[in-house]
């Protein structure tokens, strides 16, 4: 930290607009107060934004995002349309690590190097990722929940919910992690029989808490990441990592039923 005042003071040498007394300031400030930001100074006297790269990445990342959301489910080629969203766009690695800072996420399974680059960041659920993109609270659940009608009256609908089917059929529906306890909680019913005549499952869904070894089928971190691969061509000519442009996928788990789902509906919204 002591560094980036020695820093500070070289910068206000240069701009004839910053007298070393408001350094000194700044300095005893930063003393009283151990919050207290000296880059954020810095960028608010030169009259820069603070995470610029990573808010434009953000902003940028948010459209592709919800507008992807708008297009009906098995409208596109993507053969995972059933199970996931996914967005991709080209970005440094710098204003990736920018957006990470500044959303304040972490990186991981990094690797940086002549032929390859690559790194992730992992979410713990579709809600942290609507969050991490500063979605705006009214737009949440249409993002969350979305039912697409056809002119014949049929009805399909998505929804940001992760889910998994286990060996015996048995569909889990996840609400939660519990890290710490290895615990999922999940909405899944007592048995998948259907009422043919009332057009409906025979058993309501029910919010049960099972732990991650009891269902092999469920892994222990949600599929909802953001990953970057660099471009090998970039990796060899850019001198420093920040420089390096590559390919961002954003994958989003969902689930796709037919009919409203509004019975899944009320354990999402």
């Known amino acids: 930290m002591r560094r980036q005042f020695v820093e500070i003071h070289r910068v206000a040498e240069l701009l004839s607009g910053v007298p070393s007394a408001l350094v000194e300031l700044v300095q005893k400030l930063f003393e009283a107060d151990a919050s207290f930001s000296p880059r954020r100074w810095l960028y608010a006297v030169l009259g820069v934004q603070e995470f610029a790269l990573g808010r434009s990445l953000q902003s940028t990342l948010r459209g592709k995002f919800l507008d992807r959301l708008q297009v009906r489910p098995g409208a596109t080629s993507r053969g995972n349309d059933q199970d996931s969203v996914k967005v991709e766009l080209e970005c440094t690695y710098g204003a990736l690590v920018d957006l990470v800072r500044f959303r304040r996420l972490s990186l991981s399974e990094c ?107 469920i892994p222990q971190h949600a599929s909802c990441r953001l990953f970057w691969h660099g471009n090998m061509t970039s990796s060899r000519l850019e001198a420093g990592a920040a420089m390096v442009s590559g390919r961002l996928s954003l994958v989003v788990p969902c689930t796709v039923i037919a009919g409203d789902g509004m019975e899944l509906s009320h354990w999402l919204l």
């Open 111 to 217: 690797t940086l190097r002549q032929c390859r680059a690559s790194c992730a960041s992992q979410l713990s659920s579709p809600r942290a990722l609507l969050d991490a993109l500063d979605v705006p609270a009214h737009v949440v659940p249409a993002a969350l929940f979305r039912c697409f009608s056809r002119k014949n009256g049929d009805k399909i609908t998505r929804l940001l919910l992760e889910h998994h089917v286990a060996p015996d059929g048995s569909v889990f529906y996840v609400l939660e992690r519990d890290k710490e306890r290895r615990t999922v909680s999940v909405a899944v019913r007592d048995s998948q029989d259907y009422d043919i005549v009332r057009n409906r499952h025979r058993h309501p869904l029910r919010r049960r808490t099972v732990s991650n070894d009891d269902v092999s089928n």
